[in-house]
């Protein structure tokens, strides 16, 4: 079956380290790929996008992703957290034809002081 | 721009009721879609639409319906409100394939 995982449900770093969060699909083809974050109560935001080209996408907030075919990930990286960045953060693709994306499970970041 | 608007923000029902859930954007997207989601299971597709008269079924597609009849506004039906129907529910907007989707801030339905 086509899905998205996120192997990791919470995640919990300090303030100034760096981030690294994982998305692996699995889908015939290079689909369209997204992060997107969610605050408290709040809908999701897009945080950076990967349709071709250079497998590494810069985003809003200092993050940035890397596509990397031979293994069907594109995980997430930050290089140093602030405490704004606590959310909960999903990976998404979107199969070409498909019209419609599908999220991972998720990933929660808490961000010590 | 409001962008994408969900109403209402909360909502109890009572098993065996039935509601509407709204949402309209004013971008003039050709595609709309609404999700649900319940901890440890992200955004689940519930039905999306590529424009108006036109609608598919997602992936959890049973005890909703939906139609389109603008391409501003996609409203969400549930027809006889059951407990595993307590989610919190996301319409989300899009220009066309691969371009950013716009999501509302949710709908908060508890079934009792």
């Known amino acids: 079956a086509q899905s998205v995982t996120q192997p990791d449900i919470h995640i919990t770093v300090s303030e100034g380290a760096s981030l690294e969060l994982r998305c692996n699909y699995s889908?015939?083809?290079?689909?369209?790929l997204f992060w997107y974050v969610q605050s408290p109560g709040q809908g999701l935001q897009l945080l950076l996008k990967?349709?071709?080209?250079?497998?590494l996408v810069q985003g809003i907030k200092g993050f940035e992703a890397e596509f990397k075919r031979s293994q069907s990930s594109f995980n997430l990286r930050k290089p140093s957290v602030h405490w704004s960045d606590a959310a909960e953060y999903f990976c998404?693709?979107?199969?070409?034809?498909?019209?419609?994306?599908?999220f991972g499970s998720g990933t929660r970041l808490q961000v010590q002081p | 721009n409001a962008g994408v608007t969900q109403t209402p923000k909360f909502q109890v029902l009572k098993t065996g009721q039935s509601m509407t859930l709204q949402c309209a954007q004013d971008?003039?997207?050709?595609?709309m879609s609404w999700y649900r989601q319940d901890p440890g299971m992200g955004l689940r597709l519930i039905h999306y639409?590529?424009?108006?008269?036109?609608?598919d079924q997602g992936e959890v597609p049973n005890g909703y319906n939906v139609s389109r009849s603008t391409t501003e506004d996609f409203p969400l039906r549930l027809l006889s409100a059951a407990p595993s129907q307590t989610s919190v529910y996301f319409c989300?907007?899009?220009?066309?394939?691969?371009?950013?989707?716009?999501f509302g801030q949710g709908t908060r339905l508890t079934v009792v």
């Open positions: 971008m003039n997207h050709e595609y």
């Open positions: 990967y349709f071709s080209g250079d497998t």
């Open positions: 998404a693709v979107e199969k070409t034809g498909r019209r419609a994306l599908t």
């Open positions: 639409s590529v424009g108006a008269g036109i609608t």
């Open positions: 889908y015939g083809a290079t689909p369209y």
């Open positions: 989300a907007s899009w220009r066309g394939e691969g371009t950013e989707a716009f």
